[in-house]
């Protein structure tokens, strides 16, 4: 042990033999039973870059297991091959989760050695021959998320014992080899996310032991092989995303729990399908089957998609009469016929029933109201009549309701005011009728309303302060003046009052709707002047007669008054602006003596208008900064609307011009629900910032000071003049990101999230999102927004989880379920990011979530790509579609088929 302790201590520099003689005693080290012989180290995610202690590790010649992953090495030394080549009782290598890079070492010796991970690397091209093949005891070999290419290896050691294969997300091209099949011990084959052609081959059956073969994300094509059915031992086979048609085989299912075979061009499915006892999940969307439903479906059933193919005839009135598990049911955009059977209402575990887009008619079944955990309920565009049932009020975690598009008659049940985690209610283009429910203002999570197209009149009452996403009230019969109280609706983004009977003139009220992208007016019997609004408010107002376009900004045609009535209206508005001017010199006079600008604190206002400050702090040490930030300066800024340069979904961005000429950015924190952990937590809340504050890195903005007044926080920040990601890639300046800004602009966000990701405070990111990424210049972006995961506490919000889990089109699937923010719900959202640079389309596009468009359209590669971008060089194109595998990945429903950050940043790195 003597020699052992000398050796060991002698190479790793976190082992210390003079505080700790005993080398069993030390971190990651395991020693055998009687504590005599060294057997196992574990070095994960000590940041080791220094591989010279590696070939002196292989000198231990009772190693077993040795464990380097999640460090930083960049090679494999040939020392070290030599060495535990030589060590025959070497059981297990991992090296995964680091920097290693180059061609695959050939490993000789190794006689003993039945695990190899070399996953999430930066290993590169060049067909795999022989490296491996000298490896007569390896079990198990995971190559995935590397950037080999050539065809799949088939080498994997002489004695063919090896059992599990993972090549995941890779480059590999060809036909799957039939050598493959040779290696009978086989459980496990993963070639997902590679660029494999051909057919899978016939004779996979011979696999006997086989329990896990996923193909998925490549461009294999012919039919499923029928003998795949003689596996008894295969649990999941999942071939999503490829090219597959014919018929699904009869009797693929007998054995399986997993099935999933969407987005492929399967024609016919059989009538066993659903039948079998073991089968749990079934997902075959998006292809071409038609024919009816299968009539006998598992008691194992939990989750079934069969949405987006031509399905006819209608749903078994006892579909659920043996499927007590049920908890996910899609059936959209087939043509189901029928009424939606009663039955349903026995699927009590049911958290998602989809069955929009079909042609489905009758009424809807009260007994849809017994199904208590039901958090999805989609059944627009069909033929459905008669009155929302009031049972619908019983749904108590509903969170997307939507009904629209139908000929539902009837008034809105005022039972709807129960659905309190509702984040989401759609009725549009119905035969509603009377008034909207007094109380609907106590939905305090819904995100979006849609009461357009239907027969609604009345008072319109107070509105939920949450709606960010829409409030469309178009096309009804409401009359009389706009409500002020739309005003309050601080986070709305769209407000569409078109096609009504509204009057009077426009509120000025609204004006303090700070994130308003667009306000539809358009066709109503306004009168006045169309008060200002910040120039990225897009405004609709033709059709109204007695409406007098701002020269500002109307951007629709509007009918002109009079020149006299207009220029005295005019003059009368500039009298009034005259009078407030003069009035805010006084008040910003009066302030500025009461207000102190030295960089340390500042007193509390008397002005009504500006924020009553509490405490304020520099938290920069560079001189620059403390010299020229005037905090009496940043207040006025965000006493002004006019100053809004951004809004994301928990700030609002000022800019505050300082008496220096420097420019900043004042950023407010918004909320609501007590979910800010600000005003009774001061002392946490600036320790916090504090800490970020000390964060350098180039593509993450730093918070430089710090306001506090009373309920409400703002952060100051370098100015930046470009503006968000979003506000450029959607805009006016969209021409401007060429392919090259978008390659830099993505490998700079992953850069910021890869170092926020591996920061001791781990900084998890709520709302990442192309409006929370700023850009310095057309390749040079920030990731902002990073002090709300330190600030914000979910758990402290009276209304659903998702109204502070993000914004919609970023948000991960699993937040629904798991209620906590990770950083494989980031990563989720980066990859929707990276579909927006590739598409140039944004993350709710024509009514769907971009990452459900790009999948839809994953068969024709090209018409997802901006055609602007990619046909400018075959180059490019190359470039963009190993991006867009990226993509991909980092957007999996799974949270555990996501790569970490640190992974995604090499991936990108290697397709440059």
């Known amino acids: 042990m003597i020699t052992v302790s000398k050796l060991l201590n002698a190479s790793v ?99 003993g050695l039945e695990s190899l991970d070399l996953s999430y690397n930066q290993f590169l091209g060049g067909a795999i021959g022989l490296e491996l093949d000298e490896l007569v005891s390896l079990k198990s070999l995971n190559l995935s998320f590397n950037s080999f290419n050539g ?23 060809g036909k799957i080899p039939d050598k493959i099949l040779s290696y009978r011990n086989l459980t496990v084959i993963d070639l997902s996310a590679n660029n494999l052609s051909g057919s899978i081959p016939s004779d996979i059956g011979k696999l006997s032991k086989l329990e896990s073969l996923i193909l998925s994300s490549n461009k294999l094509d012919g039919e499923i092989p029928i003998s795949l059915r003689n596996i008894t031992t295969l649990a999941r086979f999942a071939a999503n995303q490829n090219k597959f048609k014919g018929a699904v085989p009869p009797g693929i299912t007998t054995y399986l729990t997993s099935l999933d075979l969407s987005y492929n061009y ?9 039948s079998k006892p073991k089968l749990q999940i079934v997902d075959l969307s998006n292809n071409q089957l038609s024919g009816p439903l299968p009539v006998n479906i598992s008691s194992s059933l939990i989750r079934l998609r069969l949405g987006s193919n031509f399905l006819t005839g209608n749903i078994p009135s006892d579909a659920c009469s043996r499927v007590k598990s049920l908890t996910y049911l899609e059936l959209e955009k087939n043509q189901l016929t029928g009424v939606i059977p009663a039955g349903l209402g026995s699927c009590r575990n049911l958290t998602l029933l989809s069955l929009a887009h079909n042609q489905f008619s009758g009424e809807l079944p009260p007994e849809l109201g017994n199904l208590s955990q039901l958090q999805v309920l989609k059944l627009q565009m069909n033929k459905l009549n008669g009155i929302i049932p009031v049972q619908i009020g019983q749904l108590q975690k509903l969170s997307i309701l939507n009904l629209s598009w139908n000929s539902l008659e009837g008034s809105i049940p005022s039972v709807m005011i129960k659905l309190s985690s509702l984040n989401i209610l759609n009725l549009q283009q119905n035969n509603l009728s009377g008034s909207i429910p007094t109380s609907i203002g106590n939905l305090k999570s819904l995100l979006e309303l849609q009461l357009g197209k239907n027969q609604l009149s009345g008072v319109i009452p107070s509105m939920p302060s949450s709606l960010q996403i829409a409030l469309n009230l178009s096309s009804n019969f409401f009359t009389g003046p706009i409500p002020s109280s739309f005003g309050y609706l601080t986070n709305l983004e769209v407000l569409d009052l078109s096609n009504n009977g509204f009057s009077g003139e426009i509120p000025k009220d609204l004006g303090r709707m700070l994130s308003l992208t667009h306000l539809l007016l358009s066709n109503n019997q306004l009168s006045g002047v169309i008060p200002n609004f910040a120039s990225y408010v897009h405004v609709e107002s033709g059709g109204n007669r007695n409406l007098v376009s701002n020269t500002r900004q109307d951007n629709s045609t509007s009918a002109k008054k009079g ?21 805010m010199l006084l008040a910003v006079s009066v302030t500025r003596h009461i207000y102190r600008a030295n960089g340390e604190h500042i007193q509390p206002s008397e002005d009504n208008h500006l924020p009553q400050v509490i405490q304020s702090n520099l938290l920069t040490p560079n001189g620059i900064h403390r010299a020229t930030i005037d905090f009496s300066k940043a207040m006025e800024a965000v006493s002004e609307t006019s100053n809004v340069t951004l809004k994301t979904r928990f700030s609002t961005y000022y800019k505050a011009d300082m008496p220096s000429g420097s420019v900043y950015f ?22 916090e910032l504090e800490v970020l504050a000390k964060l350098n890195n180039s593509n993450v903005m730093i918070p430089l000071a710090y306001v506090l007044s009373n309920d409400i926080a703002y952060v100051l920040y370098e100015f930046v003049s470009n503006g968000s990601l979003f506000d450029v890639l959607h805009g006016s300046m969209r021409e401007s990101l060429d392919w090259a800004s978008r390659y830099s602009i993505a490998v700079g966000v992953a850069q910021g999230l890869s170092f926020l990701h591996g920061h001791a405070s781990s900084p998890i990111l709520i709302d990442l999102s192309s409006k929370s990424i700023m850009l310095k210049s057309f390749k040079e972006p920030l990731v902002g927004d990073i002090e709300h995961y330190k600030v914000i506490d979910p758990s402290k919000s009276t ?19 798991t209620m906590t923010i990770t950083k494989a719900g980031n990563v989720y959202s980066y990859g929707v990011i990276l579909l927006e640079l590739l598409t140039g389309k944004p993350a709710v596009t024509e009514g769907t979530e971009l990452v459900n468009w790009v999948l839809c359209n994953s068969t024709n590669q090209d018409y997802i790509l901006d055609f602007n971008v990619r046909r400018t060089s075959q180059a490019v194109r190359n470039q963009m579609l190993a991006i867009l595998k990226v993509a991909l990945v980092c957007v999996s429903t799974s949270p555990e088929a996501r790569p970490k950050m640190k992974s995604v940043l090499r991936m990108l790195l290697n397709a440059r």
């Open 563 to 583: 020149i006299s009535v207009a220029v005295a209206v005019l003059i009368a508005i500039a009298a009034a602006i005259f009078l407030i001017a003069l009035v």
């Open 151 to 173: 065809s799949i290896p088939t080498n994997l050691g002489k004695s063919m014992v090896l059992e599990k294969l993972m090549l995941s997300v890779n480059n590999f091209s």
């Open 266 to 274: 399967l024609m016919s499915i059989p009538e066993d399908l659903l």
């Open 799 to 817: 209304g659903n989880f998702s109204t502070v889990a993000g914004s919609v089109g970023y948000i991960p699937p699993e937040y629904a379920y």
């Open 13 to 111: 520099p976190i082992w210390n033999i003079i505080n700790e003689p005993k080398p069993c005693s030390w971190n990651g080290v395991t020693c055998d039973s009687s504590g005599s012989f060294v057997i196992s180290i574990t070095l994960s995610k000590y940041t080791l870059s220094s591989n010279n202690f590696l070939p002196v590790l292989c000198q231990i010649e009772t190693l077993e297991n040795l464990d380097v992953s999640n460090n930083q090495l960049t090679s494999i030394p040939e020392g070290f091959i030599i060495e535990c080549g030589k060590n025959k009782g070497l059981k297990l290598l991992n090296f995964s989760r680091n920097n290693l890079q180059g061609v695959l070492p050939t490993f000789h010796g190794f006689v």
């Open 666 to 687: 004042v950023k407010k924190l918004n909320w609501s629900d007590k979910i800010l952990a600000v005003g009774s937590s001061n002392d946490k809340f600036v320790k």
